[in-house]
């Protein structure tokens, strides 16, 4: 019997062809809906940050005082997100038995006092708003979701984040909302209810066109020192350096410019 040749044997091809992205603009995302990029949130909307946000923003410390400049007086965290990060800034791991990874754990630690420190010491403190009484029901719904998607327990902050941004201060178009968060799960939700949701990339790529004193290099070694502690879904995980940088001057990037006639509006309003 005569062996074919490798040229004449027939290769399979794939049946669905990979995306390909001329830019970071046009790249996929898991939270959009619709859209092929995360929608821009105006300055001015109230937004409300996770837990694992604040512990990725106390590996970037230096990024802190631009956060803070971006969204002003609308950052929002609920008092359930900050019982959490004092909790895990608290965690004495000489008293108890050590953890697998000891040293993540630590790392996790000192993320969170600097976090406490950096948001929620001091005149400019950072205040933790608590879900009201009213809310209680739509906040049990909501973290009952969060833990049937999840399979998994501890979603408090998470559902108080989306309770108070879906539900909180009559919500209007020009007053609308944003989360912060790494979660996925969490994250969709919020999309769903119509809450714009961002990742911690995301976020920080976000400062990157706000203030051009953050670079893309900065944001790719804050994002690599913060994916030890908190990481977004895999596939919202930035691919290399260039992910993060702003691209305003080329005329499809659609995100940069939602993102300024958002904000535009804003002032007007």
Known sequence: MEIPKPSAIPRRRATIQPARY????????IYAQAAAHPRPIPKRAA????ANILLCMGAALELAP???RRYGGWLRVPTMVERELR????IDLDRQPPPEDLDRE???RDNAKAAVQTFFLGGSALKAIPVPKALLTKYDEIRRLLEDRS???GNEGEAAAITLAVYEGGRTESQSSAFLTNDGPASRLAYEKGIVAWTFPET???L?????????SMCWEHYGASSTISKPPTNAIPPEEAWFRCREDEPECKPCREATALDQASRQL
């Open 208 to 216: 990157h066109r706000f203030d051009s004193s953050v670079t893309a």
């Open 204 to 206: 920080i790529a976000d």
């Open 47 to 50: 937004t409300w940050v996770d």
């Open 66 to 68: 631009v956060f803070r």
């Open 22 to 29: 001329n830019n970071a603009a046009a790249r996929p995302n």
């Open 151 to 153: 399979g998994k327990g």
């Open 106 to 108: 630590r790392r996790l």
């Open 87 to 90: 909790g895990i800034s608290e």
